[in-house]
């Protein structure tokens, strides 16, 4: 991994907003391996911190993966080696690109809630046929 120096980089307002320092991260991927979400990343968890600490700032706010990792969970802290809190990286990520108005991006939806969509639309119809059974008869 390179290592630059860029005092105006965001790395710093994720160390500053978690307390933190990313070096700490030890690169071994055990965050992105224990997350049921990963599919729908476009960026690891761990290729997000690895690109911070190479400055790829613009990388970092152009995926999609600070829009969907760590909304609602924060599972893999406990799994990181060193706890580095993901959930919180995350949502200094958005902030910043918040700030930046750059719009959230969730290309893919999951394939999971495409599944979950199309048996809901069948249910309905299933249920909407029925009751129109039921009135003819
Ligand atoms: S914070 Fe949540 S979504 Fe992000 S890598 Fe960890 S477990 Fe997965
Ligand atoms: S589990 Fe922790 S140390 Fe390993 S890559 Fe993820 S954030 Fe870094």
């Given at each position: 991994m390179r290592l630059r120096i860029n005092e105006d980089g965001i790395r710093?307002?994720?160390?500053?907003?978690?307390?933190r320092t990313l070096t700490s991260c030890l690169q071994c991927s055990k965050c992105g391996g224990g997350c049921a979400y990963?599919?729908?990343?476009?960026?690891?968890p761990r290729q997000i911190i690895e690109s911070l600490l190479d400055c790829q700032d613009e990388k970092v706010?152009?995926?999609r993966t600070i829009w969907m990792c760590g909304k609602n969970c924060s599972g893999c802290q406990i799994i990181c080696p060193v706890g580095?809190?993901?959930?919180e990286i995350m949502s200094v990520?958005?902030?910043?690109?918040e700030e930046r108005s750059i719009e959230p991006k969730y290309a893919q939806p999951s394939l999971i809630?495409?599944?979950?969509e199309h048996c809901a639309k069948?249910?309905?119809?299933?249920?909407a046929s029925e009751s129109m059974d039921g009135r003819e008869a």
């Open positions: 710093n307002q994720v160390e500053e907003g978690i307390q990963t599919e729908e990343f476009d960026l690891t706010l152009d995926s580095l809190p993901l959930n990520l958005r902030g910043v690109a809630y495409h599944k979950f069948h249910r309905r119809e299933g249920e």
